[in-house]
């Protein structure tokens, strides 16, 4: 059975919240903390070594039972059972959904067309042990006999940021592999990673769910050139694997089948770094640790699927979502991770949320009358605040954030994480509470500004305050943890794209620009230039002058 449909705009709850926003909008969370002395507890969330705290939103008891009252008008509850049941739910692709799959269970059961591929999983995994088991310990060589120090990751989108997003997460696990990436088409990319490399010693990992991906394909040929310049066509066998669903196209590459990994057409790019796509970060940090990074997400996973709604932290957090982006007319939020191994979480997020949710036709093919997809964006804390922060507390735009912190540093250096943490709740109590009229005076009067300077000075130094953050504050950042907070933000792009009643596991909205870039290479190349828009064609022909 087909995923319920319904236009969201329809249901009792988001007229009831129509309501409840015009009623609330101008109330300040700062009075709400006053008036309700449960406020911080009751919009807490604890869970395992995480804890949520989103009483600084603009909601109260009201806004969360009638956003609660839209799951069950959307029939979310059903929509989880199709999604973790392996029902087609990426319909207009014809496949299940099925990355949280990738971290079930050994135990587990996953039908998908009479298989239970849980087992095939296993049996994936059991190959990405021995491969970088082999790799790490030195008993895997190159083609001279000397042991890997490098690995490159070739591929992009899914196929580069979750891998690179997470290697550079667990950095602290890593062992004596340096692990680089290359994912973009220009060359000066490519010739940068390599140029510090040994062709003897490094190892290079295809990575590519469909192996038609431009991009791949050139770097993969270009560092293949580059290592037959020191090596023999033989020696590829030693030197190179791929992860694809499209093994005859590898076979071509001379890779050989044993360092050839599967891929199944059930895990969306985006969503696929618990598959072998994830074989360099299992080679970063070794097996062990990647393991642990999926048990992490199939806890979250457990989470998400029976925890009561009003409980479930991927569900209230993608509620919260909802109301600023859909009642609010909220267009973005950030993600604000105070450590800076999560340093390239925005830019994973972004793949995963925008090309995930950002679609503008519903389930039944209608263009849809209210938004979908936020834009997300972030960096880490503190940097973050000596660059856009100003936006966030005066600026004209409400812009709802998620701050994401750990009670434990790695190396344990006590006063410069209590220096970050402190800036970390300081931040979201000073976007909460903003400054008032009344103490900018105080401060400028104690100051002994006459009242003429007060005056002149005032409206500057007021902060209105009543900007939302979420605040995720987790143990300490380990593979089990990350791949929980992984876990959450999948889901909650799940929730929200049900709620909004598009598809959120297609993406064909990027193909149309590969397409044209393959006629403008044509353009480029050959010594005409076919019919383009007047700007294009002056362009090229300025591009080839
Ligand atoms: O950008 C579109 C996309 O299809 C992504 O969804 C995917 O992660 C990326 O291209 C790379 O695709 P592939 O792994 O097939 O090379």
């Not at 039972?65 to 999604?83: H, M, R, S």
């Not at 089948?257 to 970060?281: C, E, K, Q, T, Y």
């Not at 003429?452 to 130094?461: N, T, W």
Request: net charge negative.
């Amino acid at each position: 059975m087909p995923l319920y449909n319904i236009n969201p705009t329809t249901t009792q709850a988001w007229k009831k919240l129509s309501e409840r926003y015009n009623q609330t909008k101008d109330s300040h969370m700062k009075a709400q903390f006053s008036n309700d002395a449960n406020r911080a507890s009751d919009f807490t969330i604890q869970w395992k070594d995480f804890l949520v705290d989103y009483s600084k939103n603009r909601i109260d008891r009201k806004t969360m039972q009638l956003l609660l009252q839209l799951t069950k008008e959307v029939n979310l509850k059903d929509a989880i059972g199709k999604y973790f049941g392996a029902e087609a739910i990426n319909q207009t692709e014809g496949r299940a959904v099925l990355h949280t799959a990738l971290r079930a269970k050994y135990s587990d059961t996953v039908m998908v067309n009479g298989v239970n591929v849980v087992d095939e999983v296993y049996e994936v995994k059991r190959r990405i042990k021995e491969f970088t088991d082999s790799v790490i310990s030195g008993e895997c060589k190159g083609y001279s006999g000397k042991s890997f120090t490098d690995v490159v990751n070739i591929g992009i989108g899914g196929s580069d940021l979750g891998p690179a997003m997470v290697t550079e997460a667990l950095k602290y696990y890593k062992n004596h592999l340096n692990v680089h990436f290359v994912s973009n088409v220009d060359g000066d990319h490519v010739q940068e990673v390599l140029r510090d490399l040994n062709p003897e010693t490094t190892l290079f990992v295809i990575v590519s769910k469909t192996f038609t991906t431009q991009e791949t394909l050139s770097n993969a040929t270009t560092i293949k050139e580059w290592f037959l310049k020191s090596a023999t066509e033989k020696d590829v066998a030693r030197h190179f694997a791929a992860v694809s669903t499209n093994v005859a196209k590898i076979s071509e590459f001379g890779i050989l089948p044993a360092n050839v990994f599967p891929m199944w057409d059930w895990i969306g790019g985006r969503f696929s770094l618990w598959s072998a796509v994830g074989i360099s970060i299992a080679l970063a940090v070794g097996f062990e640790n990647f393991d642990a990074l999926l048990g992490g997400a199939n806890k979250m996973d457990e989470h998400f699927k029976n925890e009561d709604f009003d409980n479930n932290i991927p569900v209230v957090l993608a509620l919260l979502s909802i109301w600023y982006n859909n009642f609010y007319g909220v267009e973005t939020e950030a993600v604000i991770p105070y450590t800076q191994y999560l340093s390239r979480f925005s830019a994973y997020l972004q793949q995963g949320i925008m090309e995930s949710n950002g679609k503008s036709v519903d389930r039944d093919g209608n263009r849809i009358n209210y938004q979908s997809g936020s834009i997300v964006w972030g960096e880490p804390g503190t940097n973050a605040q000596h660059a856009f922060f100003q936006l966030m507390h005066q600026g004209t735009k409400l812009i709802p954030a998620s701050f994401i912190g750990f009670k434990k540093s790695l190396f344990g250096n006590t006063d410069h994480h209590n220096k970050l943490m402190a800036n970390f709740f300081a931040q979201t109590e000073a976007l909460m509470n903003g400054k008032a009229t009344q103490e900018v005076r105080n401060e400028l009067e104690e100051n002994n500004l006459s009242e003429v300077e007060i005056q002149s000075l005032l409206p500057f130094k007021v902060f209105e305050g009543n900007n939302p953050t979420n605040i995720i504050l987790i143990d300490k950042l380990t593979p089990s943890s990350l791949g929980a907070l992984i876990s959450l933000f999948e889901h909650k792009i799940f929730v929200e794209g049900i709620i909004w009643n598009i598809f959120s596991y297609d993406q064909w909205g990027v193909e149309l620009g590969k397409k044209l870039a393959e006629q403008t290479l044509k353009d480029i190349e050959g010594s005409e230039i076919e019919q383009h828009d007047a700007s294009t064609t002056q362009l090229l022909e300025y591009f080839k002058d």
